[in-house]
Structures are given as structure tokens and as C-alpha cells.
């Protein structure tokens, strides 16, 4: 059993969110495909400062604004072929966020496909 997890700070730095992720070796193995291509995605954002790219890293700290965080939601979505609920990208604020969404969603996804 895998478990990972990301601890997220406000911007104001007053609270944190955690994400776990509980999952087997395949779903660990989902969960790396996920955050590459999340890292692979804002490495070829023109603003992003790649030297501070991690998954602990804001947007506010990659150098985007509120349109390039935006533009990078979209991106992000493109890119995996889906669209994620407007109150949920409303909400990621950087790179950690970001992969806990996506992650939630491809998994949503396989368990609707194995379903049919």
C-alpha cells in the first residue's frame, strides 16, 4: 500500500489542506502519470520559473497571475481530455491542487469506463 500526501498553505499561510492518497501500485503508478504530466504542462508555460516547479509550489510562486493560473486550468484540462467542474478549478492555486484534481477526476473516469 502506497500512501502520499501533499500538504497545501493558503496563500495567507494560515491553513493547509492535506490530500491523501491511499492506492495500490497501480494507482500509484496513475498517480506519478498524473503529476508528470501536470509538471510536464506548466514546464511549457512561457511565465513558469521551472527552477521552483515542484508539487509544493503556487502559482502565485511559478510567476502566474490570476489569467495565466486560469489559462493553466484550461491548459491542464486540454490536456487530459476532460473538463473539471468550474468550483473545483476555482480552487486550484497551484501545482499540488492541481494534481489532486486531476488524479480525482482520471480515476473517476477509469471507474466509469471499467463500469460500461
Not at 498517480?31 to 501536470?38: A, G, M, R, Y
Not at 493560473?69 to 484550461?74: F, G, I, L, R, T
Amino acid at each position: 500500500m502506497f500512501v502520499r500526501a501533499l500538504r497545501l498553505i493558503n496563500p495567507m499561510g494560515l491553513q493547509y489542506r492535506t490530500f491523501r492518497f491511499c492506492s495500490t501500485t497501480q494507482n500509484k503508478e496513475l498517480l506519478e502519470e498524473v503529476t508528470s504530466k501536470v509538471l510536464q504542462v506548466m514546464k511549457s508555460a512561457a511565465k513558469c520559473k521551472v527552477d521552483k516547479l515542484s508539487d509544493k509550489a503556487t502559482f502565485e510562486e511559478l510567476g502566474f497571475d490570476s489569467l495565466d493560473a486560469v489559462e493553466m486550468v484550461v491548459a491542464l484540462e486540454e490536456n487530459f481530455g476532460f473538463d473539471i467542474a468550474n468550483e473545483e478549478a476555482e480552487r486550484i492555486k497551484g501545482v499540488g491542487e492541481a494534481i489532486a484534481v486531476f488524479y480525482k477526476y482520471v480515476v473517476q473516469r477509469n471507474q466509469t469506463s471499467v463500469k460500461q
